[in-house]
């Protein structure tokens, strides 16, 4: 191996990812790719070499960084990016355990297990941390609880561990897409539905109102294109001074707009724009 321009990104088998691989694969990168099963479709791209990795397994995302470290020697990595994740929605009542559960190994113990094993490549190749955020993690949304907690926690433990990376010149960088068009949204639809038609019949009554409201408002939602994520991503990999947070364009801009206002008004325009400001208690709709 003679490239000294190499990352790794997790979660690369999804939509986000792809794109991810793709446009820094193009740019000259050999991207360490972080798959669960073989990679299918990426191990043929030019630069991309596949490494199977569980986020949540601490002992194989060891096992992945000594691998990867053989390959890259004394060179190191460019970039840790942490994109894997998932959404876990409903109403945080009805969330089961192991879904709850599911959505913090994922989406916040994930990162952590990941930047903690790559750390050395990252002191050897001046590299530098990107976390894959979301809005809900400065602004909360009522029936994502658990996507909002899991990627809140993630942007805390961005924040510390950037001051505790100073000394190294190690970035930690946030990049946050809004509302995109790949398969992660419909996988935790179908997840949602399944977690509702295991809970008891009287409690999924309760919310039936305010979820048909969230169905209606969201209906003509249009998720953006994957590529301004990758695009944003290159830059928080290649800017000679990193910002802290970078925003993709889109709907997370408009989050940002609605970050500057006080939390009461904040909270009565959400509820208001998913239609839930005349739900009543146990009101079906």
């Given at each position: 191996?003679?490239?000294?321009?190499?990352?790794?990104?997790?979660?690369?088998?999804?939509?986000?990812?792809?794109?991810?691989?793709?446009?820094?694969?193009?740019?000259?990168?050999?991207?360490?790719?972080?798959?669960?099963?073989?990679?299918?479709?990426?191990?043929?791209?030019?630069?991309?070499r596949p490494v199977r990795l569980e986020v949540t397994d601490p002992d194989g995302v060891e096992a992945a960084a000594r691998q990867v470290g053989r390959e890259v020697r004394d060179w190191g990595l460019a970039a840790v990016i942490n994109n894997a994740g998932v959404i876990v929605q409903g109403p945080l009542e009805?969330?089961?355990?192991?879904?709850?559960?599911?959505?913090?190994?994922?989406?916040?113990?994930?990162?952590?297990?990941?930047?903690?094993?790559?750390?050395?490549?990252?002191?050897?190749?001046?590299?530098?941390?990107?976390?894959?955020?979301?809005?809900?993690?400065?602004?909360?949304?009522?029936?994502?609880?658990?996507?909002?907690?899991?990627?809140?926690?993630?942007?805390?433990?961005?924040?510390?561990?950037?001051?505790?990376?100073?000394?190294?010149?190690?970035?930690?960088?946030?990049?946050?897409?809004?509302?995109?068009?790949?398969?992660?949204?419909?996988?935790?639809?179908?997840?949602?539905?399944?977690?509702?038609?295991?809970?008891?019949?009287?409690?999924?009554?309760?919310?039936?109102?305010?979820?048909?409201?969230?169905?209606?408002?969201?209906?003509?939602?249009?998720?953006?294109?994957?590529?301004?994520?990758?695009?944003?991503?290159?830059?928080?990999?290649?800017?000679?001074?990193?910002?802290?947070?970078?925003?993709?364009?889109?709907?997370?801009?408009?989050?940002?707009?609605?970050?500057?206002?006080?939390?009461?008004?904040?909270?009565?325009?959400?509820?208001?724009?998913?239609?839930?400001?005349?739900?009543?208690?146990?009101?079906?709709?």
């Amino acid at each position: 191996m003679t490239e000294r321009k190499a990352v790794l990104i997790t979660g690369a088998s999804g939509g986000i990812g792809r794109a991810l691989v793709r446009s820094l694969a193009d740019r000259g990168y050999t991207v360490f790719v972080g798959v669960r099963d073989g990679g299918e479709g990426l191990a043929d791209v030019p630069g991309v070499r596949p490494v199977r990795l569980e986020v949540t397994d601490p002992d194989g995302v060891e096992a992945a960084a000594r691998q990867v470290g053989r390959e890259v020697r004394d060179w190191g990595l460019a970039a840790v990016i942490n994109n894997a994740g998932v959404i876990v929605q409903g109403p945080l009542e009805l969330v089961p355990p192991a879904e709850l559960r599911r959505q913090f190994e994922v989406n916040t113990f994930g990162p952590a297990f990941v930047t903690r094993a790559f750390l050395p490549l990252l002191r050897a190749g001046a590299g530098r941390v990107i976390n894959i955020s979301a809005p809900t993690a400065r602004q909360p949304m009522p029936f994502l609880a658990a996507l909002s907690g899991s990627k809140a926690a993630l942007a805390a433990m961005s924040q510390a561990l950037r001051m505790e990376l100073a000394a190294w010149d190690i970035p930690v960088v946030l990049v946050e897409p809004g509302t995109t068009a790949t398969e992660i949204f419909d996988k935790a639809g179908a997840a949602a539905k399944a977690a509702l038609a295991l809970a008891e019949p009287h409690r999924v009554a309760l919310y039936a109102g305010h979820l048909a409201a969230v169905e209606k408002a969201l209906a003509g939602q249009r998720p953006g294109p994957v590529e301004p994520v990758a695009r944003t991503v290159a830059r928080a990999l290649e800017d000679r001074r990193p910002k802290r947070l970078y925003v993709v364009p889109g709907d997370a801009r408009l989050i940002s707009l609605l970050t500057r206002l006080p939390v009461a008004l904040r909270e009565r325009l959400v509820i208001g724009n998913l239609g839930l400001a005349g739900v009543r208690a146990g009101d079906a709709g």
